[in-house]
């Protein structure tokens, strides 16, 4: 157990529809990072937020947001879905903004499927 | 600009064999460089980490990895492959050049044959 939590591991949803995956960072880390694994684009970073505050973005579309509430915990939220959109969303969190010399904590993924 | 490039997307080798698993960097200064690991239908572990501390970092499970600025490389070696070492192993760097993220290379899935 890596100490990041994702909910839910597993999630199968329709084309046009909006999903929201959820995050718990491990405890005492105030970073919370997105990636997007797929067999195409290999591992993507989406975006950071930092103690409550977008910090920096990535490869992240119109249609996905995030945010990071008071507790630290984040949710990704995934709209007009399309089959493209499937793949493994991963989150990650540090203590520092960077990760500097300890890089990220990763925890198990929630595999989304579009159909 | 690609940050981290790992040669080889599929590695095979025979159990007891050595493993040698290639990532070169780009960064004009030395990066964090880090190598994870990915077991199928699971998240991603940190096998190892260099910070400047050390140019020969040991990881988990029997992995090194040797920081070698004069070739821009971070190669994972283990000297005897195991069963239970089949996954895809990832390179990954924090540098200025990447926006201080972490950037992921491309990913070697490593096969060991019995």
């Known amino acids: 157990d890596s100490g990041v939590t994702q909910t839910p591991k597993h999630l199968i949803t329709a084309t046009g529809q909006r999903v929201t995956l959820r995050c718990s960072p491990r405890?005492?880390?105030?970073?919370v990072y997105w990636y997007q694994q797929s067999l195409d684009q290999g591992l993507q970073f989406l975006i950071q937020y930092y103690n409550g505050e977008e910090r920096a973005k990535g490869n992240i579309l119109e249609r996905f947001s995030a945010q990071q509430f008071p507790d630290l915990h984040s949710e990704l939220n995934l709209s007009s879905l399309e089959l493209g959109d499937s793949a493994l969303y991963f989150c990650a969190s540090s203590a520092i903004p960077s990760g500097g010399g300890d890089g990220y904590t990763f925890g198990s993924g929630t595999r989304l499927t579009v159909v | 600009a690609q940050s981290v490039t790992q040669l080889g997307s599929h590695v095979s080798v025979s159990e007891g064999a050595l493993v040698l698993l290639r990532c070169n960097y780009s960064s004009s200064v030395p990066p964090y460089l880090f190598w994870y690991v990915q077991y199928p239908n699971q998240g991603l572990q940190l096998l190892l980490k260099?910070?400047?501390?050390?140019?020969l970092v040991k990881g988990i499970n029997g992995f090194e990895a040797e920081f070698k600025k004069s070739e821009t490389s971070f190669h994972l070696t283990k000297p005897s492959a195991h069963m239970s070492d089949a996954a895809e192993y990832f390179c990954?760097?924090?540098?200025?050049?990447?926006?201080?993220?972490?950037?992921f290379g491309g990913g070697t899935r490593l096969m060991v044959k019995p």
């Open positions: 260099y910070t400047s501390a050390a140019t």
């Open positions: 405890s005492g880390d105030l970073s």
């Open positions: 990954a760097v924090i540098a200025n050049n990447a926006g201080n993220m972490l950037t």
